[in-house]
């Protein structure tokens, strides 16, 4: 989850690494540093986010007219955070410097055997271990720094993305990836080594996707070779990245966050283009369409995510099961690859990740490709390794999300998975042509409703107001809507520090209504045509213990309107799409909130955008 940046090439390489480190601070920032290379090896790191390292950085007065280094920004794993946890690490004689994402497994063995033969560590991190291990390798066996690395991963268990220097060998860096992203970028004269797109994306469109297994030295003369851990050579692809600077600045809003927000209504749109047409009657994803027969006759959909993506699997699963019924179930991937699930290949499995690298969802996949099963990704970033991993797929293009807090993901997520259960719904003669061409044109009306919902964010910024300061909230909802209560509960505590429950409306009783007085908000989702007259009676429960009701209500609700203390209205759709507009109010709720209370929406504590660890 730490971000990985690195530069080899003509030009200064400290403000190319900051401008990097800056553009990966999502994936973490508890610590970030330095690593320079111009004949002698210069480290600088500082407890704290990049700002802090610019600052420390400044104030040393250091020479930094270098053109070759690294840059680490850490989501702390091993070792608390602070100065000396701090990436890069240094070998024991200092002439060796490494920056690190994920986890070795394996480190406490390799640290005791070299503890045992001399080496003092100063650090509590598994990475500083890698770095004495690899020193130990290339001095006793008189091998190049590429060699060493190469030795020393094949004794390691665990996840990694690593970039190595070496002061012995000052024209070359030594990169290499199991488990954990990392991209080479190939300029003019020039490579960098990233953990994803967004800090190559100024300087070029060219980019290798390291695979598990590789190790890549690039060296100053313009060369670079990829081998795998077996020592064979690689002859990757070079791909273009459609990626424009733009996409990942804030565009004029004050947070990355509220700009996703407010770019739902075109994301969603993209999500659906090419896809969809109500007119001609049709809605097809070019990832099915191959492989139709045989989703369209599985006995079983299992989907398998994290977070996020796994309330829009629990939206899938009301979708699958009510348009084209196929049973479905919806697994918690790290709880699905350790349980030794029961897999067919007459099950259609479906792995969703904005990232496309979340360990555990990617640990499922090769889990379930193992036993036969016919594996699909539901991804946002191109390129990435569950997008390769499996056997077919689709993209959200909901464009890069840097706010830590999913939000247009989510809504991209759910509509991909809309028009999935659409066209199943279609091919196995389980929607009849007329319900069918009415909810391809209530799912297309959905862009223009997302956008008369954040109109009224002035008012949902007053209901936040009224409720920021509570210390418990509790989100009910039920049918399709209930996933969008965990959903609602999870950004509440993601960004604002809240604890919040989402629960199905009927269970209220059976447990939170012992929590309920005047000073818990509970917020209602109670859009639904379906069991409305029991969402009433969860709301006038809730007002008989003293609860402060927000009601999310369709447009020209009278009976909750006189119920609930604060309303926010949403058009009317067909129920099976309610998620994608009842969401918005909470994902503006959770914001605005949070941003009362003095929080950093995009950057919240503990967290990072990217789980690439277990």
Excluded at 16 to 21: A, N, R, T, V
Excluded at 236 to 243: A, C, G, I, N, W
Excluded at 360 to 368: Q, S, Y
Excluded at 548 to 573: F, Q
Aim: one cysteine or more.
């Amino acid at each position: 989850m730490c971000g990985i940046v690195a530069y080899l090439g003509n030009k200064q390489a400290y403000p190319i690494l900051l401008e990097g480190l800056k553009r990966l601070e999502y994936r973490g920032y508890d610590s970030a540093g330095v690593a320079l290379m111009n004949g002698e090896l210069s480290i600088m790191k500082k407890q704290g986010k990049v700002a802090d390292l610019e600052k420390h950085v400044s104030s040393l007065g250091h020479d930094l007219n270098h053109t070759m280094g690294m840059a680490h920004t850490r989501w702390a794993t091993h070792g608390i955070p602070n100065d000396i946890n701090a990436h890069p690490h240094s070998s024991g004689d200092g002439n060796l410097a490494i920056i690190h994402n994920g986890i070795i497994e394996n480190y406490a063995p390799i640290k005791k055997a070299l503890v045992d033969r001399g080496h003092i560590f100063s650090s509590d991190t598994d990475t500083e271990v890698l770095a004495h291990f690899i020193q130990e390798i290339k001095e006793k066996e008189n091998l190049s720094l590429e060699e060493a690395v190469r030795r020393a991963l094949n004794k390691v268990i665990g996840a990694y993305a690593i970039v190595v220097i070496d002061k012995d060998e000052p024209n070359k860096i030594v990169g290499a990836r199991m488990s954990s992203p990392l991209v080479l970028g190939i300029g003019d004269d020039e490579y960098f080594l990233a953990s994803d797109a967004s800090p190559i994306i100024k300087y070029t469109n060219k980019v290798i996707y390291l695979e598990d297994g590789d190790v890549i030295s690039i060296t100053r003369e313009g060369n670079y070779q990829i081998r795998s851990l077996d020592n064979t050579v690689q002859n990757p692809k070079v791909s273009e990245l459609d990626l424009k600077i733009d996409e990942i600045e804030k565009g004029g809003y004050p947070h990355y966050m509220l700009k996703e927000i407010f770019q739902q209504p075109t994301t969603i749109a993209e999500s659906m283009g090419g896809r969809i047409n109500s007119h001609e009657g049709w809605a097809v994803l070019g990832g099915m369409k191959q492989n139709i027969n045989r989703i369209a006759q599985s006995e079983r959909i299992i989907l398998t995510a994290c977070g996020t993506s796994w309330h829009a699997a629990l939206i899938a699963e009301y979708l699958f099961e009510d348009l084209a019924r196929i049973p479905t179930e919806v697994e918690y991937a790290s709880e699905f690859r350790y349980r030794n699930p029961i897999i067919s290949q007459d099950d259609f499995i479906i792995a969703l990740s904005q990232s496309g690298e979340t360990a555990d969802t990617l640990a499922a996949v090769k889990l379930a490709k193992e036993k036969g099963a016919l594996i699909y990704g539901i991804v946002n970033a191109i390129g990435s390794s569950i997008a390769r991993e499996t056997d077919c797929g689709s993209y959200i293009h909901a464009g890069p999300e840097i706010g830590v807090a999913s939000t247009k993901a989510f809504t991209s997520q759910v509509t991909v998975l809309a028009l999935m259960a659409l066209y199943l719904g279609k091919v196995r003669g389980i929607l009849q042509e007329s319900y069918f061409r009415q909810l391809l044109a209530s799912l297309e009306t959905v862009p223009s409703k997302v956008a008369r919902i954040l109109a009224k964010d002035d008012k949902i910024k007053y209901i936040a107001g009224e409720i920021r300061n509570a210390s418990n909230a509790l989100y009910l909802g039920r049918g399709y809507n209930f996933p969008v209560a965990l959903e609602g509960a999870l950004k509440l505590k993601e960004i604002s520090y809240i604890h919040a429950e989402g629960y199905p409306g009927a269970e209220m009783k059976h447990g939170p209504i012992a929590l309920i007085d005047m000073y818990m908000p509970v917020i209602v989702i109670a859009t639904n045509k379906s069991a409305y007259e029991k969402i009433v009676s969860n709301i006038q429960e809730v007002k008989a213990r003293k609860g402060v009701v927000i009601a999310i209500v369709t447009e020209g609700d009278e009976i909750i309107k006189d119920l609930a203390d604060y309303i926010i209205e949403i058009p009317e759709i067909e129920e099976p799409f309610t998620p994608l507009l009842s969401v918005i109010p909470l994902q503006l709720l959770a914001y605005h909130i949070a941003l009362m209370r003095g929080c950093n929406v995009d950057q919240p504590r503990n967290l990072a955008k990217s789980v690439t660890v277990e």
